[in-house]
């Protein structure tokens, strides 16, 4: 903080050092939060005190819960025996179940059980502070007529329906039914009703259903029996109409039919078995010698005793030719004997051929006598077929009013036996018992609830005081934001009793008629040890640093606005200086407003308009302190001055300062606040380092860089700012070092007091 202070023409350059860039990290957000940890604990109190006043004063409601669940068991028992469909029960059912609890039909059924509508608090005001005040309120703008039973009802209904809760306890078929009320007893007593209420209701609807199917059914029934009837009758005439008779479940025609195609078949079969051995023996004939094959196919004794004796033959003949000659009598015998024999198997074959062509003959007859009976039998059944059609249309219809008939009749009797059977599937597996802990307001979960949202609550009010404070109140931001040196902070002071200036002057022979607050312009005085003269020390240090680069004698306390605390800084510092030795003179250059002169001098006649008009000597209009030898130039009569400006810049003020430069050691300026005139820039030609006050916690930041911005001069020349006015108590928050703490722990070893 006492280290030169470099000058820029920039106000708003940025800083490349990590340790000057606002990163918002962890610390950030502590940092915030320490500085506006007064402001969080207000709000986090708030709404801890908003949460037990809500505690104390809320009614305690008392909730019980009954268990109630859809048995699939009894489900299908029904559905077995109902006569009206049920769908089988899933997921969707039982949220359908759910919302049939929730119907006002169940609701204004156990109204109506309970007489809730006689019970004050469905129809009254509700308990409590927060329930008598909404009933008063209600009772303001109510045109004061009893209600009518409808309007209790509806009323009592909506009572009804905000603390009464049903549920689904997962995907399982438990439904949860829980009640809040003031009453335990109550509690439990109306969550049971409104499971009685829904079984009743099930019950109810399921026999009122049943009811109505069974009259449907009865008249049905009636109306089928006649359809049936009507249908049977109507098959029968058309049979005796077109002589359709029935055998065994079978018409005539068509046992006909298969039995003329049967036989035709086994006709057709024997036909070609018949040409089939005409057509064999008619190849046998052919040959000149019968195969023996042949005939013993053909199973005939006398071919075949021939066949052997004409074997026998020709095996003798051979051998007898070949002996004797063919020409031997005895061969020739044979032959003759061979041929004869040939000649009896030959006619043989002929026998049997004609016997096998008449048997052909027959079978061809026969077959064309069974297909002229099969066109016959064909030509009938087409006929008949025809007449089928529409015989099997009727015997459908008949069928399906017979078997309508047979299931409405069923349903009929299960309907009748159901009227005296009625079953529900839901059923309850735990009653509501009374509650013996209260479930509203729960104290742990609102405190908690509170203290959350009152933690949150308080951050975001920090955050929203973090972005509006647009004020000066670390020497961090000083340096970042206008790019100078904080050489000081100054703590706030309060009027005190001690003896001022002013008399002091006055022992002097000085006259004064008031003095505002005197103490305060001669507090490092009258008080050396304290923390304020030990801050106005450190602008004195920071000063006397600033000197090792160049000639720093001729000094200026300057202010954006006015009562800023310029005056009390310039003051009390000259007379620091002038305490400690060196030759100090304070002068007043504040000429539109001389509050200096005025709490200092007021009786003064002179000052430095005079000495700069050259009508005074410098000597003449000097005022001395006698305690500290403090030199001090009032501004003198400045009433009528309507140019103040170009009395600073005037080349006789040019020349005052440099006298005042060779008499005095420290030169100090009490210059005019930077916004409301422009006195101070006109002075930068002859002052050495400016001293900037900011009050702190108050003047707006982007007031002093405006003025900053626009004085570039000034800020050249600027040797530092000292905040003002800070609260050491509040500052602490934001720059711990700087807070009372560290100067009670620390600084009081050294002797330093507040």
């Known amino acids: ?279 064999r023996i008619n190849d046998i004939l052919k040959q000149e010698i019968p195969d023996a094959s042949v005939a013993d196919a053909l199973k005939n004794d006398t071919i075949v005793k021939l066949r052997g004796q004409y ?55 026969r077959e064309e006598s069974i297909k002229g009976s099969l066109a016959n ?81 308080a951050f975001g009010a920090a955050m929203a005081r973090e972005l509006t404070d647009k004020v000066f109140r670390t020497t961090g931001q000083v340096e970042e934001v206008l790019g100078a040196n904080c050489i000081g902070i100054l703590p706030a002071l309060g009027a005190a009793g001690a003896p001022g200036l002013g008399e002091k002057m006055r022992s002097g022979k000085l006259t004064s008629k008031g003095n505002p607050q005197p103490d305060l312009l001669r507090y490092v005085v009258d008080n050396p040890l304290s923390r304020f003269a030990e801050a106005v020390r450190s602008v004195k240090v920071a000063i006397d640093l600033n000197s090792i680069v160049r000639e720093n004698r001729v000094l200026a306390t300057t202010s954006t606005l006015p009562n800023e605390g310029k005056s009390t800084l310039s003051t009390n510092l000259a007379q620091l200086m002038a305490h400690g030795g060196a030759r100090v003179i304070l002068v007043d250059a504040d000429l539109r407003n001389p509050s200096l002169s005025r709490a200092l001098v007021p009786d003064a006649k002179i000052g430095l308009v005079d000495v700069v008009a050259q009508k005074a000597r410098l000597e003449d209009a000097l005022v001395i302190d006698p305690e500290t030898k403090l030199s001090i130039l009032p501004a003198g009569a400045t009433s009528r001055l309507m140019h103040t400006n170009e009395i600073l810049a005037s080349k006789a003020m040019h020349a005052l300062v440099n006298q005042l430069r060779s008499q005095f050691d420290y030169v100090v300026l009490d210059m005019p606040p930077m916004a409301p005139v422009v006195d101070v820039r006109v002075t930068s030609s002859f002052v050495d380092s400016y001293v900037f006050v900011v009050e702190w916690g108050s003047t707006k930041i982007d007031v002093v860089k405006h003025n900053l911005r626009g004085s570039p001069e000034i800020h050249d020349k600027l040797l530092g700012v000292v905040l003002n006015k800070a609260d050491t108590k509040a500052l602490a928050r934001y720059e711990s070092y700087h807070g009372r703490y560290y100067y009670q722990k620390y600084y009081a070893r050294y002797g330093y007091v507040e």
């Open 1 to 279: 903080m006492l280290q030169v202070n470099k000058p820029s023409s920039e106000i708003n350059r940025g800083y490349a050092e990590a340790e000057n860039a606002p990163a918002q990290t962890l610390t950030s957000y502590l940092d915030i939060v320490r500085r506006q940890f007064p402001t969080m604990i207000a709000v986090v109190s708030a709404c801890v005190i908003l949460a037990l006043l809500y505690l104390f004063t809320a009614a305690p409601q008392f909730t019980s819960t009954a268990s109630m669940v859809i048995d699939t068991r009894k489900v299908q028992l029904f559905q077995q025996q109902s006569v009206l469909g049920d769908i089988a029960v899933d997921s969707a059912t039982v949220e359908t179940q759910v919302e049939i609890l929730k119907s006002e039909n169940i609701s204004l059924a156990v109204i109506r059980d309970l007489h809730l509508i006689d019970d004050p608090e469905f129809t009254g005001s509700g308990g409590g502070l927060i329930g008598s005040i909404l009933g008063f309120v209600s009772g303001l703008f109510s045109d004061g007529h009893a209600l009518s039973e409808f309007e209790l009802s509806r009323k009592a209904l909506g009572h009804f329906e905000k603390n009464r809760t049903v549920k689904r306890l997962g995907q399982t078929y438990v439904m949860e039914i829980g009640y809040t009320s003031k009453d335990p007893q109550k509690a439990a007593k109306v969550a049971n009703a409104i499971a009685d209420a829904y079984i009743v209701d099930q019950l109810e609807a399921k026999y009122q259903a049943t009811r109505r199917a069974s009259v449907w059914l009865q008249d049905r029934i009636k109306e089928l029996r006649t359809q049936a009837s009507a249908a049977q009758k109507a098959v029968v005439d058309f049979k005796q109409a077109n002589n359709i008779v029935d055998t065994g479940g079978r018409l005539m025609n068509e046992q006909q039919l298969a039995e003329v195609n049967s036989q035709l078949i086994m006709a057709h079969a024997a036909t070609a078995e018949a040409k089939a051995r005409m057509d």
């Open 377 to 457: 039998v064909v030509s009938e059944s087409q006929l008949t077929n025809q007449a089928q059609v529409q015989l099997r249309e009727l015997d459908s219809n008949a069928q399906s009013y017979q078997a309508m008939y047979d299931n409405f009749l069923q349903r009929y009797m299960e309907s009748v036996q159901q009227q005296s059977f009625p079953i529900t599937e839901a059923r309850v597996i735990s009653v509501a018992t009374t509650p013996l802990i209260k479930s509203h307001p729960k104290t742990l979960i609102i405190l908690a609830a509170s203290l959350l949202g009152g933690l949150m609550l």
């Open 311 to 365: 074997v026998d033959m020709a095996s003798k003949e051979s051998i007898w030719a070949m002996k004797y000659g063919s020409d031997h009598l005895a061969a020739v015998n044979l032959r003759r004997q061979m041929a004869e024999i040939k000649k009896n198997i030959i006619d043989e074959l002929k026998r049997i051929q004609e016997s096998y062509k008449s048997d052909y003959d027959i079978a061809m007859t």
